[in-house]
């Protein structure tokens, strides 16, 4: 049985349909990686998916006692409100001290607690996040663009980070990522979101899809898509209009 | 005890800054200190209602500062843009409230105590008042402080762990109406949110951690709220701005040993 899935989900946001009619689902184990243009909804799926926001109509089915750590997008900690890394990671449930010293050293983090949360790099502040993450044991890591304002050697690290975790939580992945060359490489499956799943399956074939490559591949002249088959690029994108946003 | 005037003030003074100090907390690091500004201008057109209906002043503030808390709460989900919101709110009732007031026989003259505060005048029953009032708001602060301290980092968080953040954010709206109700016999209306905010911004530098804020806090509006009334007894000075411009200086002290404190780091 999978860890979560959706049947049929459609969910609002703001008046408006922000995802329609979509299937999901994640196994034991996965990584899996959601991608898309802006607004296109891969932040509201991960809402909907942690209980954030109720779908429309549509259903989510979570297995019983599902432990997901949860790693949101951009975090903004307010200078105003003092706090150190250590009492951050026990909120909103008291965690061990010696807890608290493990997760840190896992995500290589373990020289911060005492640091102010609102003076950590990006970096650092990120680690502390997926440290949060670790600290529910999940069986299910959900994190939604991990690696914005990262520099390259720094998103890299993070990305091997989370693959290690992975392997030694036996933990399923579930990310949303802008970052196509590294989708494609660590991912087990893609979805292609735009306000519905345009395409998906295994990177190779997603990135070889039609629907994806109208999304990805005008406009940016093949900047952001991997090309893997230009070889064969004889698609003329308008044929896909099915794939833009309604 | 309580049959000295000086002492019932002390005491309203106190009660006051225990509860608003972890509230004021929250303002702050929530940015809703103009949310603050509009509950307690709301509450003079409640102390208008309250005195044509014969209520206490107590409950009638209450009731429209609760309504007004709800409302912005409400709307505030709506997309509104919420500055502009709570300045067309906030002065309306403001507005509403001072033309109320004039249609009332004989309260023009009280209407400056409701402004700025009376606290000479606490009764017994007010001290009562007030003591509920605070010792509320600071257990369901106590009783709520994980929740709402995960909602205050981030809403996402918060629903990840199976916190509704709009439920926090109406028990920190319920709070405030309740300590701007409190508060009008001991500042006034104008004056609420500096209680609320100074303490608290006071005790930012001189803090690690969000508990230890709110603890400093609630030491330092009570130390204001004592010695503004000192300063006021000996130079007859107006009691709540003088318990307000203490908090100011004590808000200087803190932000000037604070730069002390990050340089000797």
Redesign the interface.
């Known amino acids: 049985m999978s860890l979560i899935e959706t049947q049929n989900m459609t969910v609002a946001m703001?008046g408006h349909i922000a995802l329609r009619q979509v299937d999901f689902h994640i196994n034991s184990g996965e990584i899996v990686t959601i991608v898309g243009p802006n607004g296109s909804g891969k932040s509201t799926l991960l809402?909907a998916l942690?209980?954030?926001v109720k779908p429309q109509t549509g259903k989510v089915t979570r297995q019983p006692k599902l432990r997901?750590g949860?790693v949101?997008?951009k975090?903004h900690?307010?200078p105003?409100?003092?706090?150190?890394v250590q009492?951050?990671l026990s909120?909103?449930?008291r965690r061990s001290k010696q807890d608290i010293d493990s997760v840190l050293d896992r995500v290589g983090a373990n020289d911060l607690h005492d640091k102010?949360m609102f003076a950590l790099s990006g970096g650092q502040f990120q680690r502390v996040l997926l440290a949060r993450a670790l600290l529910e044991k999940p069986q299910l890591l959900i994190l939604d663009e991990p690696t914005t304002g990262l520099d390259q050697p720094g998103s890299a690290a993070l990305y091997r980070l989370i693959e290690e975790l992975r392997t030694d939580l036996g933990a399923a992945v579930l990310m949303v990522s802008h970052e196509l060359h590294v989708v494609m490489s660590a991912s087990d499956r893609v979805i292609c979101l735009n306000g519905h799943v345009c395409c998906h399956g295994a990177p190779d074939i997603v990135a070889s899809a039609p629907e994806y490559r109208a999304l990805f591949g005008t406009g940016t002249h093949g900047a952001l898509a991997l090309y893997r088959h230009d070889h064969d690029h004889s698609h003329d994108h308008d044929d896909h209009e099915g794939c833009t946003h309604a | 005890m309580l049959d000295d005037f000086l002492i019932r003030a002390t005491l309203a003074g106190i009660g006051v800054a225990l509860a608003a100090a972890p509230l004021g907390c929250f303002v702050?690091?929530r940015?809703m200190a103009y949310f603050g500004d509009a509950t307690s201008h709301a509450a003079i057109l409640g102390i208008a209602l309250s005195l044509a209906l014969s209520l206490s002043v107590f409950t009638g503030a209450l009731a429209v500062a609760l309504i007004m808390a709800v409302t912005v709460s409400v709307l505030s989900g709506k997309?509104y843009a919420m500055d502009t919101l709570l300045g067309v709110m906030a002065h309306s009732a403001l507005a509403l409230g001072l033309v109320a007031v004039s249609f009332l026989q004989g309260v023009r003259l009280d209407l400056m105590a409701y402004l700025f505060g009376d606290i000479l005048a606490v009764s017994k029953s007010d001290l009562a008042v007030i003591w509920i009032g605070a010792a509320l708001v600071v257990a369901l602060m106590v009783a709520r402080w994980?929740?709402l301290?995960?909602s205050?980092?981030?809403?996402?968080?918060?629903?990840?762990?199976?916190?509704d953040p709009r439920r926090e954010q109406m028990i920190l709206t319920v709070c405030l109406a309740v300590v701007v109700a409190v508060a009008i016999k001991v500042v006034g209306v104008l004056l609420i949110v500096a209680m609320l905010i100074i303490p608290a911004?006071a005790a930012?530098p001189l803090?690690?951690?969000?508990e230890?804020?709110a603890v400093i806090a609630a030491i330092l509006g009570a130390l204001a709220a004592v010695l503004g009334l000192r300063m006021s007894y000996i130079y007859d000075t107006p009691t709540g701005p003088s318990i307000v411009c203490v908090a100011a200086g004590l808000f200087i002290i803190g932000l000037i040993s604070g730069r002390f404190r990050a340089s000797t780091d």
């Open positions: 703001g809402k942690i209980g954030a997901i949860y949101p997008q975090l900690i307010d105003t409100l003092p706090i150190t009492r951050f909120l909103p449930i102010q | 702050v690091w940015r997309g994980s929740a301290l995960t205050t980092l981030n809403a996402d968080l918060a629903n990840a762990s199976g916190i911004a930012r803090s690690r951690t969000p230890s804020m």
